[in-house]
């Protein structure tokens, strides 16, 4: 359940070992399933899915993330960003 072995795993798959970069997200997911809701997880997957121009499910993560951590500023203006249709951290 350690949420930064997951992300490391992923990582390492995303950028060191690119014939496994297909599953980063399901190590991901695998680990949102193991930490259910965990804001680690939920922003991780969020940019991930926006870095590979999935905008749908990246706001689908960013709705969670939100939900799961209502107090998290930086995730609810990225998540407005994604729904008008803006990159995230685009300035204003």
Known sequence: TAVSTYRDLAELYRYNYITKKDQVDDIMLKG????????????????YYFEIGDRQKS?????????AAPGNTVAREDLE??????????PR
């Open 59 to 67: 706001i689908d993560m960013y709705e969670r993330l939100v939900k």
């Open 32 to 47: 949102l399933k193991d930490n259910p809701e965990h804001p680690d997880i939920l922003s991780y997957l969020g940019l």
């Open 81 to 90: 960003d994604l729904k008008a249709g803006r990159a995230i951290g685009d």
